[in-house]
């Protein structure tokens, strides 16, 4: 899927779907949502800024490479990752430094039922206990490490990855996403969703075609 | 981006080059004189000439960071930086005359018989003669520190670097005629040979001209530091010329916010993060082997007012302007961005001046035997003042008049040439060029 953090991160609300002749069937499946496709770049973000000037807030854009603009024609709010993996940086450089200065510097002892720790104030080369020269090294590794490992993993929990199922993927034209074809998908559950108005805008904004995907 | 704007832009300097390079010519020439004149008022000559060797170690590293720039394109194909790199050529001209005004450095290398700016132009035998502690040390390096062969070392650097400079950026300016793509091909296969021959020269000059002052102490990564520090005098003197053009109306649509972005985080990686990374590295080596002949040099570093000026660099080259610019927010306003480059341009003075300037006696530093703070009690003796920092006003003068040239230099490097490698096959993607 595209970077869509900011898209799918919307509070949950109540899903509004009205029948239409093709969800009524409630025996067999139930609506996803509708599948657009489109043929260049320049259409997607023409199409997503409408889609989004339209009011939606469950939708999402599928390319099969980063295309300049489309996330500002979307609307999506500037990630919090940095301040996020910021904040995994400070955490390794303050580990990193409290760690060295508890076991280098001091003689105290920690007890924790059947753990014992203690500081091991050794002198080394005629250098102080607290020699900060000697510790940036390791503040600096730890600070790098953790902001990378929270870049990671901040990433994959923002995106909600690894999803390892999504309903677009029965559908045969998705195939294309990875090749030469661009996708909005508007979700069912939008409360703006009504099925014919929602087909008619994304055939007004030049789709080539546009499919029903069931959940 | 708006193609009729970008059709309509003043992409030449038109009127303001003349007014550039004769006023910023003369006003340069007119600095170096009046800094003169204030150095027969001061009368202490090895002092002028050090703030000479500031002065021009400032200027040529940030005119060697704009040949390593251009190089750097051309051996990457980078496509984002055509739109600005004729502003980088135009500060990597300037290395066609900047071997003028070091002559008077190679003067005083050649009739300085006290050896007051390099100490080792005394000679082995002299030194020996006079008892100098140092004089069988230098007998050492002898073969290597003498007056001939130091002279033809910076006469070689001078030859690579003005061909280097001749090449890159003549055959850029020879694409806006012709629209020939075969001489960016060439370009880029001579990048690599020239990148290569620009970090042997750059080093050895470093080592030549400021390690050299001190001949007894040596470090292995001074090539690297000055070259880090003329990644940040480079980096953010771009900012600045890409600014002020802009403020004078030229250049307004190609050079976008996406290029001031990347050269914001050129200063950031090359001149803030890399620099501290080097300058730490080279200190904690040498605080961590404790050998008397390496550690004086930080020893010296660490007293009096000198001592100010190193936790100056250490605050104001590194920690607060990493986390101003850690944020892509104040990369992204050309008025922050300026006035941070500004910032880093004077800390990049003050950095050439911190390594040059202390120059306590050796003798000094050995007196108390390693011990640190008897040393900062002697170095407090009236009759040390002199070593400590004691700012003079051609210090100013002569930065300013070296500033002053190297701008008029650019200006009449790229006087009635396009600020923008017109023909460049690249130069639509450059222009197209966003980030996320």
């Not at chain 1, 009524?24 to 025996?27: A, G, I, P």
């Not at chain 1, 999506?76 to 919090?80: C, K």
């Not at chain 2, 700016?117 to 005394?122: A, G, K, N, V």
């Not at chain 2, 002199?386 to 920092?389: K, W």
């Given at each position: 899927m595209n970077d869509g953090a900011g898209t799918t991160a919307v509070p949950a609300q109540s899903p509004r779907t009205i029948p239409s002749p093709s969800s009524?069937?409630?025996?067999s499946e139930k609506l996803y949502g509708l599948l657009a496709e489109f043929e260049t770049p320049a259409a997607i973000v023409s199409a997503a800024k409408k889609v989004n000037e339209a009011g939606y807030k469950w939708w999402d854009c599928c390319a099969p490479f980063p295309v300049h603009g489309l996330d500002k024609a979307m609307g999506?709010?500037?990630?919090?990752l940095p301040w996020l993996v910021l904040g995994a940086g400070i955490t390794g450089g303050i580990i990193g430094t409290v760690l060295q200065w508890f076991t280098n510097a001091t003689n105290l002892e920690i007890w924790g039922g059947p753990i014992w720790v203690t500081g091991y104030a050794f002198l080394v080369s005629g250098k102080p206990f607290a020699s900060v020269p000697t510790w940036i090294p390791v503040i600096f590794e730890l600070t790098v490490l953790l902001s990378a490992i929270g870049a990671v993993v901040f990433l994959l929990l923002l995106n909600k990855?690894?999803?390892?199922?999504?309903?677009?993927?029965?559908?045969?034209?998705?195939?294309r996403v990875t090749d030469d074809r661009f996708f909005i998908i508007i979700e069912a559950k939008d409360p703006l969703f009504y099925r014919a108005k929602t087909q008619q805008l994304l055939t007004s904004l030049g789709a080539t075609a546009v499919e029903e995907v069931q959940a | 981006m708006n193609a009729a704007a970008l059709a309509r832009e003043d992409r030449y300097l038109g009127d303001l080059g003349p007014k550039l390079y004769v006023r910023l010519g003369g006003l340069g020439l007119g600095l170096i004189v009046v800094s003169l004149v204030l150095g027969f008022f001061v009368k202490d000559w090895d002092r002028f000439w050090r703030a000479y060797v500031v002065a021009y170690c400032f200027v040529v590293s940030i005119c060697l960071g704009g040949l390593f720039f251009t190089i750097l394109q051309h051996l990457t194909r980078a496509g984002w930086s055509v739109a600005i790199r004729r502003i980088s050529e135009g500060l990597a001209s300037n290395l066609r005359w900047l071997w003028i005004l070091f002559i008077p450095i190679v003067w005083i290398v050649w009739t300085d018989s006290e050896g007051g700016?390099?100490?080792?132009?005394?000679g082995a035998a002299a030194m020996e003669e006079m008892g100098d502690a140092e004089g069988g040390l230098l007998a050492h390096k002898d073969a290597f520190l003498n007056p001939m062969f130091w002279t033809l070392r910076a006469a070689l650097y001078f030859v690579i670097w003005f061909s280097l400079a001749r090449y890159f950026v003549g055959n850029s300016i020879a694409q806006d005629g012709s629209g020939d793509p075969s001489i960016t091909s060439r370009m880029q296969a001579l990048a690599a040979p020239a990148m290569i021959l620009y970090a042997f020269t750059q080093t050895f000059a470093a080592v030549d001209w400021l390690m050299s002052l001190e001949f007894a102490w040596y470090s292995t990564m001074f090539g690297v530091y000055f070259f880090a520090a003329s990644c940040c005098g480079f980096g953010a003197t771009m900012i600045l010329l890409i600014y002020f053009l802009q403020r004078a109306g030229r250049v307004t649509e190609s050079i976008s916010i996406e290029h001031y972005h990347d050269m914001g985080k050129f200063l950031f990686a090359f001149g803030i993060v890399f620099w501290a990374y080097i300058a730490y590295s080279q200190y904690m080596l040498i605080w961590y082997a404790n050998m008397p002949e390496e550690t004086t040099w930080f020893m010296v570093r660490q007293l009096g007012s000198w001592k100010g000026l190193s936790l100056l660099l250490i605050l104001g080259h590194f920690f607060i302007p990493f986390f101003f610019l850690l944020t892509r927010h104040t990369k992204r306003v050309k008025g922050v961005l300026a006035a941070a480059a500004a910032w880093m341009v004077a800390i990049h003075f003050i950095d050439m001046y911190w390594l040059v300037m202390p120059m306590v006696p050796v003798e000094l530093v050995q007196s108390v035997d390693g011990d640190y703070a008897a040393l900062v009690i002697a170095f407090q003796a009236p009759e040390n003042a002199?070593?400590?920092?004691n700012w003079q006003l051609f210090d100013v003068t002569l930065l300013l008049g070296f500033a002053a040239l190297m701008v008029a230099g650019t200006a009449f490097g790229l006087r009635s040439r396009s600020l923008v490698p017109e023909q460049d096959p690249r130069l639509a993607e450059s222009l197209a060029f966003e980030n996320y």
């Open positions: 009524v069937d409630e025996s999506i709010r500037p990630t919090i990855l690894p999803q390892l199922y999504h309903p677009c993927f029965k559908n045969e034209r998705f195939a | 700016l390099y100490h080792w132009t005394l002199a070593y400590d920092l």
